[in-house]
């Protein structure tokens, strides 16, 4: 029985199985419809996160499957005090598959050690959210044709953005990426990626501080919002959301092959003139993220 | 010079560096075992300059030679039996030490969940970077 708890848990190989079934989804859904029938998942969402758990519900529902859960910590027994081991202890008799969200970093591997069903971590505080790095993966797959060989651009909170931290870990893997970070110093990359993972496996990269510099060398640019819960201060929160926003003017410095992407939701990071951008494919992205959890159910319920 | 009787089955640990000999009989909880202890503090020594030493009169097995690796690898530890050194044991990093550290990260799951093992594991042997399994938070010795 296997497990999702980082993007790093599959091989490049096992990944591309994955993105095979994804786009195999996106031509046949039919094909899926039933596949999952029968089967439950259930959601333990121990803080809110509507569109991870509508995307889980979404997939497994596509997939003829049915779905249980609660939505925030205060609807569960988490309230009374009840362990993340005994939760998915008594969850893996009600379910056959579990995706767990909670604000304590490293709770979906405790509940992944004490369950009998597969677990897939939907997201743990500032530490992984898998299912995003691999929505990711299979947009940049679906829309280059491969992952590799591109310059992708990563703009926005580099330091606190934990999607940006998997996704650089996970693109790494892959032949001639390289990098060009975008962020005011204050949210510049942590030093242990720079140190332990860049310059270790000799990547190459950049770190800017101007979008428009280097916007027009981009195969992919990777947008984040700045994260007001990740601030202890206002004042600090209000005067550095605004330094990155992409808008057309800048877009019109980007190659006509440059796709956007950003794990939403936005806040005013891409003006909503950018949307009607054949290069904006973040809405796409999250249909993608559908497909993939679909496919990773399938996957880990072992049904191809 | 500071005299120190001999012990007839226990461990000598050697070449403590200064000053962390205390923190070591913490960590190999030497205060709740019933068995005789000499720490001696800044010994001369031709090597270091100065060094600890901890000679515990006890079973071997009842040390865990894990939590001195994870302290100090260097040490030297020799195990006494009938008065004599019957084996130097070589210590190495261990690759995972359980409930020896703390993960002391306040969003990691292990400050709310009951009775879970502190899990540390050694992710750069090189560096002696050792990260809580759950939430990776590197850990930073306060010694």
Redesign the interface.
């Known amino acids: 029985m296997k497990h999702l708890m980082s993007p790093l848990d599959f091989s490049t190989k096992e990944l591309d199985q994955i993105f095979d079934i994804a786009n195999d989804i996106e031509k046949n859904p039919k094909k899926y419809a039933h596949i999952c029938d029968g089967k439950k998942l259930s959601t333990l969402f121990y803080e809110p996160s509507t569109r991870t758990r509508l995307s889980f519900e979404s997939a497994m529902l596509s997939l003829g499957g049915s779905v249980l859960g609660f939505s925030d910590s205060t609807s569960s027994s988490a309230s009374k005090g009840e ?3 005994d939760t998915i202890r008594i969850l893996s008799c009600y379910s056959d598959i579990c995706a767990i969200r ?6 979906p ?2 509940a992944a050690s004490k369950s009998t069903i597969p677990v897939i971590n939907a997201g ?4 992984q959210h898998p299912t995003q790095t691999l929505t990711d993966l299979l947009t940049i797959r679906s829309l280059k044709g491969s992952l590799g060989n591109f310059t992708i651009g990563l703009c926005g909170d580099l330091k606190f953005g934990r999607t940006v931290h998997s996704l650089i870990h996970a693109l790494i893997r892959y032949p001639n990426v390289s990098f060009v970070f975008i962020s005011p110093e204050e949210l510049r990359i942590p030093d ?1 990626l720079r140190e ?1 993972v860049l310059n270790k496996n000799n990547i190459t990269y950049k770190e800017v501080s101007k979008l428009d510099d280097v916007i027009g060398t981009l195969d992919l640019l990777y947008m984040t919002r700045v994260q007001k819960e990740r601030f202890f201060n206002e004042e600090e929160y209000i005067r550095l959301k605004d330094y990155y926003i992409l808008n057309q003017e800048k877009m019109n410095l980007a190659k006509s092959s440059m796709f956007v992407l950003h794990p939403l939701p936005r806040v005013n990071e891409i003006a909503v003139e950018v949307d009607e951008d054949p290069r904006a494919v973040y809405f796409k992205q999250v249909q993608y993220g559908v497909y993939v959890r679909m496919a990773l159910i399938i996957t880990l319920l072992e049904l191809v | 010079m500071l005299n120190v009787g001999q012990i007839e089955e226990g461990i000598v640990l050697d070449h403590i560096k200064a000053g962390k000999s205390l923190s070591l009989y913490h960590y190999l909880q030497l205060d709740k075992l019933e068995c005789t202890t000499a720490i001696i503090k800044n010994a001369k020594s031709t090597k270091m300059g100065k060094k600890d030493i901890l000679k515990i009169e006890c079973n071997p097995s009842l040390l865990n030679m894990d939590v001195i690796g994870f302290i100090d690898h260097t040490i030297t530890v020799n195990v006494i039996r009938k008065g004599k050194i019957s084996e130097k044991l070589n210590l190495e990093l261990p690759k995972e030490i359980t409930n020896i550290i703390k993960c002391k990260n306040p969003r990691c799951i292990t400050s709310i969940e009951q009775e879970l093992p502190h899990i540390f594991i050694l992710t750069d042997h090189e560096k002696e970077i050792y990260r809580c399994k759950y939430c990776e938070e590197k850990y930073i010795s306060i010694d």
């Not at chain 1, 909670?102 to 709770?107: D, N, Q, V, Y």
């Not at chain 1, 743990?124 to 530490?127: K, N, T, Y």
């Open positions: 362990s993340v081991s909670h604000p304590k970093e490293g709770a591997l405790v743990d505080g500032g530490h242990y332990d």
